[in-house]
């Protein structure tokens, strides 16, 4: 019996969000986005995670916080540079960022806690390509910028930005990679 689930896995392909644009996205497919994004093991349901969505206006506004921060750090960037910061979330239709919101707990571990948000992260971006979106998981230097994070109301050093997911419209389908070759990773233990 042939399992669709299994042949958009075998082939799903994260875009990059320089090869995406802007586009309108339901507001039910995000909200199902959103849903099926936390539907993650999570061993104590303790949810260490907060999710920002940015869309509409809001990606603009950000991307000003993004642009400043940015010049803070590089007082010689070009204009191009700059303007680039400034409209970096404009590449995308939403962008949702994942927060890592570790719980104090007696004997769930915050690694247990990372594993999770990791799901998170990657049930939000499969959700988004499972509905035809162009999606792509993101860290770069504005997950770790302080100003950045003051901005999302990070003040407790024990929270963290664990990815941007961009989504938006496809311009063109992804071209295959290299995969990992499974047999060199894989290993069948025996007693």
């Not at 990657?122 to 860290?139: H, I, K």
């Not at 997911?165 to 311009?171: F, H, N, P, Q, S």
């Amino acid at each position: 019996m042939k399992n669709k689930f299994i042949d958009f896995l075998l082939k799903r392909r994260s875009i990059t969000a320089k090869k995406m644009r802007s586009s309108t996205i339901k507001k039910e497919d995000l909200e199902n986005i959103l849903k099926s994004g936390i539907r993650v093991p999570d061993h104590g349901a303790l949810s260490p995670w907060k999710l920002i969505v940015f869309k509409g206006e809001a990606r603009k506004t950000f991307g000003e916080v993004l642009k400043n921060s940015f010049l803070k750090s590089n007082p010689c960037a070009s204009s191009e540079e700059i303007a680039f910061e400034k409209n970096r979330f404009m590449r995308a239709s939403v962008v949702i960022c994942v927060l890592s919101c570790p719980v104090k707990h007696k004997s769930i571990p915050v690694w247990e806690m990372q594993l999770s948000l990791a799901a998170v992260c990657m049930n939000l971006l499969t959700s988004a390509q499972s509905m035809g979106y162009a999606a792509q998981w993101v860290t770069e230097w504005y997950a770790y910028d302080k100003d950045v994070l003051n901005a999302l109301g990070i003040n407790d050093s024990s929270q963290k930005v664990s990815g941007f997911i961009y989504v938006g419209e496809k311009i063109n389908d992804p071209i295959e990679r290299v995969r990992p070759n499974m047999s060199n990773l894989t290993s069948f233990w025996k007693n």
